[in-house]
């Protein structure tokens, strides 16, 4: 098993649609959690920080479910800028190094 | 404020020519540094990660080396590069439990 599984996508969604994200992980000792948002041939950006009491963030919302061990990310009245994929962040076996799903593709047309 | 500097942004080798890639941090003191590579159309992998001067631990084998000569410098190496090692080089830093921050990347091509 993978320590982080995303949803393969492409998700394909008109502008001003909702689209949720989930990621599992494997490790139940994990502590950190966080969403990254990848450009095309760039480096990888902090979108935010999950928390256990869940949290928001605009049109953001991300969500913690530690006994099913997985973590999920909704965006709202989606914009052709969201268009990118959106990777999920858990803290690995050792809390010095994080691990990296694979990502999701978001594509939002007109 | 903290950045994070990465050079070069890309670079093409031969096969079995050596490489060196450097990446610096400022602003801050004892971060913890990492190297992942990401290859085409796939997720991040984590190569090396350091907590301190001379401290690297290696996350998967491979013709890959990394070494902390000073706090805020990490540098990825190799004697002899593998068309295998292509891929989006990716250098980034931590302070605690707050996620990471980036370098802009290298994108190796090995022909």
């Known amino acids: 098993r993978k320590e982080v599984e995303q949803d393969p996508g492409p998700f394909n969604v008109p502008e001003g649609a909702t689209v949720a994200f989930n990621c599992t992980y494997s490790?139940?000792?994990?502590?950190?959690f966080f969403w990254y948002r990848q450009d095309c041939r760039k480096e990888p950006k902090l979108l935010m920080s999950v928390y256990s009491s869940g949290n928001e963030d605009g049109r953001f919302t991300a969500q913690l479910n530690r006994a099913s061990q997985y973590i999920s990310l909704l965006i709202r009245d989606s914009k052709l800028s969201d268009s990118a994929t959106y990777l999920c962040v858990v803290n690995g076996h050792n809390n010095n190094d994080m691990r990296f799903g694979a990502g999701t593709r978001l594509t939002v047309k007109p | 404020s903290q950045t994070i500097h990465q050079w070069p942004a890309t670079l093409v080798q031969p096969v079995g020519s050596p490489l060196s890639l450097e990446c610096t941090v400022e602003?801050?003191?004892?971060?913890?540094l990492y190297w992942y590579r990401q290859a085409a159309g796939r997720g991040l992998q984590l190569l090396f990660y350091s907590v301190g001067i001379g401290q690297i631990s290696s996350e998967v084998p491979q013709n890959l080396s990394a070494s902390r000569p000073q706090d805020r410098q990490f540098i990825l190496s190799s004697k002899k590069l593998l068309l295998s090692d292509s891929g989006f080089y990716l250098c980034a830093w931590s302070v605690g439990p707050h996620g990471y921050t980036f370098g802009s990347g290298t994108r190796l091509t090995v022909v």
């Open positions: 602003g801050t003191s004892n971060p913890n």
């Open positions: 490790n139940s000792a994990s502590q950190s």
